[in-house]
Structures are given as structure tokens and as C-alpha cells.
């Protein structure tokens, strides 16, 4: 099976929250060749439960993911 190797983005920002303070927000957007839509956007969930990254932030600032097909 070829793993397809994508280009990943990720965008960080900074805005208010809820309570009046400062959040972190991350746009993590992967753009895949070779597979379909739907794959595409399983890996690109498989991938962030295993993310160092995520894993780390996980629970503590939002985090929006966009699989895209190139």
C-alpha cells in the first residue's frame, strides 16, 4: 500500500475567548494527490490522533482540519 505524502499547512492564531482572555486557534490543512476525498479525509484524522503536535494540544486550543485534494 503507497502512503500518499501530502503538503501540510499549519496556520496559528491568536483571538479572544469566551471569557475576555486570549485562545490559540491551529489550521492544519493537508492537500493530498492520488486518493479520493473520503480518504483523504480519513487520513488526515488518523494522522492527528497520532500528531505529536496534537497530542500536545489536544483539549487546549482549537484545532481545525481540512484534507484537500490537489
Excluded: M, W
Amino acid at each position: 500500500l503507497a502512503i500518499p505524502q501530502p503538503e501540510v499547512q499549519v496556520s496559528v492564531g491568536i483571538g479572544r475567548n469566551e471569557a475576555g482572555g486570549f485562545a490559540l486557534a491551529a489550521d492544519i490543512q493537508a492537500v493530498f494527490q492520488d486518493v479520493d476525498q473520503a480518504t483523504a479525509d480519513d487520513l488526515i484524522a488518523q494522522a492527528h490522533q497520532v500528531c505529536p503536535y496534537s497530542n500536545a494540544t489536544r483539549g487546549n486550543i482549537e484545532v481545525n482540519l481540512t484534507a484537500k485534494l490537489a
